[in-house]
């Protein structure tokens, strides 16, 4: 069923979809071999265009826009980077049918900071939203960037309501009408900004080889499981990364185009950088480390970034 509503005169589409998560108790997340302080640094984005990009991510969705040249944009909240965006020219576009970007998830730390930034992007960029749902760990609503990157804004819900079983956080997809939730809670209370990168999902060609990169190899935990998909973690959050299939099976390395650059996740730990390199030396993975930062490309050439 599709429900049309609106709030100050903004029209938006909300399809509704039935909840799979349970009551039950659970056992808790799965041990990760990266340390309990990792979380998602910044999104590097590739396009041949800043302008609308700028437009949109700093008018519409209200990220700081923390240092530009003719070439780059630092986009963040609260002085930390959470999306960078170079200029690349004589590139192709994504294409949605090979390893990529499926989105990146900027996560708000309250009900009040996401509902600023949905009334901003339904009031600057209405036509950017492509849907909403409650996964029972968090609040999402989803757009399309102008180059057509997929792009999450959402908030956790309270951490003591996941659910847990052998491992495994029970995530949802139930209706959230976004007016509604704009309306609850815009301006409620003073909000606090701080807006960060909570997640980034991609897509790729294989899920086995995408847990022998991400689980057996960086270390993340694997929290959920669903068709054609692989969630991942550390420290006991639902997700820090996502991989699935659903338009990409059997996808190969990706040809340079537009569209994900990089993503970067901080460990936190020197240690535990450490204990990275070994695993992908054991793996036989070629990548750099230097200056404390590790580069390398997953099985489809998406490129990951690990910081100590």
Do not use: C
Not at 120 to 139: F, I, K, Q, R, W
Not at 167 to 190: C, K, R, W, Y
């Amino acid at each position: 069923m599709t429900l049309v509503l609106a709030t100050a005169g903004i029209w938006w589409a909300v399809t509704a979809a039935s909840s799979s998560a349970s009551s039950s108790a659970g056992t808790g997340p799965a041990a990760s071999a990266l340390p309990d302080s990792t979380r998602m640094g910044a999104v590097e984005l590739l396009t041949d265009d800043l302008a609308p990009m700028r437009s949109f991510y700093v008018d519409a969705v209200g990220l700081e826009l923390l240092d530009e040249t003719d070439d780059r944009l630092s986009l963040g909240s609260d002085g930390e980077e959470v999306l960078g965006i170079t200029r690349a020219a004589d590139r192709p576009a994504d294409i949605g049918t090979e390893a990529g970007l499926y989105h990146s998830a900027i996560v708000y730390p309250n009900e009040q900071s996401l509902a600023t930034a949905l009334l901003s992007v339904a009031t600057v960029a209405p036509t950017s939203y492509s849907g909403s749902a409650d996964h029972a760990v968090s609040l999402a609503f989803y757009f399309s960037d102008p180059d057509g990157n997929g792009l999450e804004l959402y908030t956790d819900t309270p951490e003591d309501e996941w659910v847990w079983n052998d491992g495994l956080v029970q995530m949802g997809s139930a209706a959230l009408d976004p007016n509604a939730f704009i309306q609850e809670h815009l301006g409620t209370t003073p909000t606090d900004s701080g807006a960060t990168m909570g997640h980034v999902h991609l897509r790729v060609g294989d899920l086995e080889k995408a847990r022998a990169f991400y689980a057996d190899t960086l270390g993340f935990a694997i929290t959920a499981e669903s068709e054609d998909a692989l969630f991942y973690a550390a420290g006991g959050y639902h997700h820090h990364i996502a991989t699935n299939t659903w338009g990409t099976a059997g996808a190969t390395a990706r040809p340079e185009s537009l569209g994900l650059g990089s993503l970067t996740i901080h460990l936190g730990d020197k240690g535990a950088l450490l204990a990275v390199a070994d695993r992908l030396t054991d793996a036989a993975a070629t990548f750099t480390h230097d200056a404390g930062v590790i580069t390398v490309d997953d099985p489809w050439g998406n490129t990951v970034r690990l910081l100590a």
